[in-house]
């Protein structure tokens, strides 16, 4: 169905105490072709209508209503199992906004925005189109249809294959860096994301085999990369677990396969995801800073998602700091989002590191973290992963560009 048809048949209620907040809304949604508006004053007569079985696909809701709240609007929607998508309004501080919309997700509800008043029709136009883009259950991944034969088997006869992610310098859109991203080639699942097997290997003690497989593989093919039109300065990264710094020789053992294929260890850079508490800090110092020593950058992924940033920053020599997607993604529309990033790029700027964006997708994520000074942008906008092959066709297709 064509997007105008579904805004012509999209069921909207607006629950809201301010009469000209309805009258501009229904302007708005009638310049877009939706029709079907309700208001509602009350948020007790709203959540009736749900519980009474009238079936609305969005519903707007004010934070601060005299009778009922738009805190206890949610709650009620959740008990109802809504399974509509909302949008939050308010005048209210955006953090206040942000937390409310983080309880509605919480509470299993979709949430397109969570928007200081006035809304515009240029945002309102986004998150319609946003309610009727194709998404993916959010269904948290499992692994445990998935053996430890299976990943064994999967490691040693390499159907475990690295995939590659550009990385453009903000600055002149030339390609920087690539980051090494794992994906099992599945003969009946398809292209399996690493969410739904690295947990199993961690646990199981297998996380080093896919490691070394990854370097064993990644290596050869980056040197060939790095011939590709001169990208002799060409970069690359590739994940490494915490669980693995506990192996006293691993950067002799990274060290001997970058000699191996005749690869810089300036070249490399190895990403640890900030979101896994490192357990013994004795010998995972001794490791980092061996690899330092060595010439390896050091990268900290998902920063100010997980545990005691700043703690590690100040114990890590970390060379790369990577500003996590959930606010490169939020930024453009969203304060707090912009603060965060604003603030991790002068730290990093601080301690001479380096900034890669993190799920840059659209122009305005480009615009927003190219000005508040980012080093580099990774996201969809510039590529998805790509196997080896068709990343040799990407690099052929930009540097033509």
Not at 52 to 79: A, K, Q, T, W, Y
Not at 95 to 118: E, N, S
Not at 337 to 345: G, L, M, R, T
Request: a negative charge; glycine letters at 4%.
């Amino acid at each position: 169905m064509a997007l105008k048809n579904q805004f012509e048949t999209l069921n909207v209620l607006v629950i809201d105490d301010d009469d000209f907040v309805h009258d501009m809304l229904i302007h708005e949604f009638n310049q877009l072709g939706v029709k079907n508006i309700q208001v509602e004053a009350s948020g007790v007569n709203a959540v009736k209508r749900v519980q009474n079985g009238e079936c609305f696909e969005l519903i707007i809701i004010d934070l601060i209503m005299p009778d009922m709240d738009g805190v206890e609007v949610l709650r009620h929607l959740s008990e109802y199992q809504f399974n509509g998508a909302v949008i939050l309004l308010s005048g209210q501080d955006q953090r206040v906004l942000d937390t409310t919309a983080a309880l509605a997700g919480a509470q299993h509800i979709r949430v397109l925005g969570a928007i200081p008043k006035p809304i515009t029709i240029d945002i309102l136009t986004q998150k319609l189109n946003q309610l009727f883009e194709e998404t993916t259950p959010n269904i948290p991944p499992s692994n445990d249809d998935i053996s430890l034969e299976e990943l064994k088997d999967a490691i040693a006869n390499d159907k475990i294959v690295p995939f590659y992610q550009p990385q453009l310098a903000f600055s002149t859109k030339r390609l920087k860096s690539v980051e090494v991203l794992a994906r099992w080639v599945h003969p009946t699942r398809g292209i399996v994301s690493p969410a739904s097997f690295i947990a199993l290997a961690e646990e199981t003690g297998m996380i080093d085999a896919v490691t070394r497989s990854m370097f064993r593989q990644a290596l050869p093919q980056f040197k060939e990369l790095s011939s590709i039109h001169g990208h002799s300065d060409l970069h690359i990264s590739i994940n490494l677990s915490t669980d693995s710094l506990c192996a006293i020789d691993l950067p002799e053992q990274i060290e001997d396969l970058a000699k191996m294929h005749g690869i810089c260890c300036n070249n490399i850079t190895l990403e640890l995801t900030e979101s896994r508490l490192i357990q013994n800090l004795v010998s995972t110092l001794d490791v980092l800073l061996r690899l330092r020593l060595k010439g390896f950058g050091l990268s900290i992924d998902d920063f100010g998602t997980g545990y005691s940033s700043f703690e590690q920053l100040k114990k890590i020599p970390f060379t790369e700091l990577k500003v996590d997607r959930q606010f490169v993604s939020d930024a453009t529309n969203n304060k707090t989002s912009k603060a965060i990033i604003e603030s991790s790029v002068s730290l990093a700027k601080t301690l001479n590191m380096q900034v890669v964006a993190e799920g840059v997708e659209t122009n305005a994520d480009w615009e927003l973290a190219k000005n508040l000074q980012c080093d580099l942008a990774q996201g969809y906008l510039v590529s998805k992963p790509l196997p080896f092959r068709d990343f040799v066709h990407w690099i052929d297709e930009h540097t033509t560009r």
